[in-house]
DNA sequence: TCAAAAGTGTTAACAATACACCCATGT
DNA sequence: ACATGGGTGTATTGTTAACACTTTTGA
């Protein structure tokens, strides 16, 4: 989870281009999956002036990301959603309600992807759920769920990385299905 | 559905208290139930210039809305969902989002009630139900699964307006489950 | 007494859950 | 040969869906 302070609308600048373009700037992350979030308003949640913040997730597998410090945020770094430092304004309102529309949205979108490569194993995207829901799921099951939704298929390779059984490698069916609420 | 011109933003008005005041400024319509739907800011939605929308839906009974002309709002009626006029811009678009929304909601929220009075009958629910997913629901199945969800309770009144049995009246438990979103 | 809407239970089909062992590989 | 994670099926339970008749009232 990462706390990114805001950027500034240019003129002529989509929405999500802006959010898009704040988080390479002040992270030098590129090219993941962003959904609109809420549109906050409130005339008081920044005392000293007032903001609209039109904000926005980013969903990518850790190992895509790089913290890196800049003029803006110079003091960056990953926390646990348990583990939270303090934060300014209502910053911790709005990260409560990405995780809660990260949750709500496991079951019926193809959300849990957007943290996994594009090839990946069912063992791989099993863990996304456990670690996301903070449960251990049934092996069986959890297989017979996930391609009843007909949303991966096998690439019929295989990922050979250790002293075991190769696992089949899977990629989601239809790449556009990605929005569901937009 | 409603089509409303957009209004603006007061300095120190809150965004919802403002689509509250436009749209009772523009149709006389007040004390109902607002939700903010999505933020649009694409660049060119509007060719002439720079428009970001943060669009709310309203959701009421029918008979608590008189739509009345005013300057902004000159023309003003009621359209099916299924007939619309043709709408400026990228409001059809919009309207569908809202539209998608309120199913998508009806499952898991108290939403449908949003469109009747504090008081109401099954069959009055029901028929919400009906009208909104366009299917003719199984009476005992559908209070069976209403009752089952345990977010209404008798009154102990009962409705007498007709040549047969009364029916119970029902009011939501706990009208504070409203917001399910934010 | 009739018409009109309210109210009520049971069965069958389907979906979700619990549960344990064999497979393929690298060392 | 053993340790490791990959892969599979069945039986039970819970949930959802189909279905028809009786009740109460006003005219």
New interface residues.
Partial sequence: MWALPGGF?D?????ETCAKRELQEETGIEGIYLE?L??F???QRDPSE?V?S?TYFALSQSDHLMPKASSDATQTAWFPISQLPELAFDHATIIQ?AWKRLLSKLGYSTIAFKMLPKYFTLSQLQSVYEILLNENLDKRNFRKGILARNIIKETGEYSRNGSHRPAKIYQVINPSQIEI??
Avoid: A
């Fill in positions: 609308l003129i002529d600048e989509d929405l609109q809420y549109t308003g409130d005339p007032r609209i039109i309600l609420i937009k």
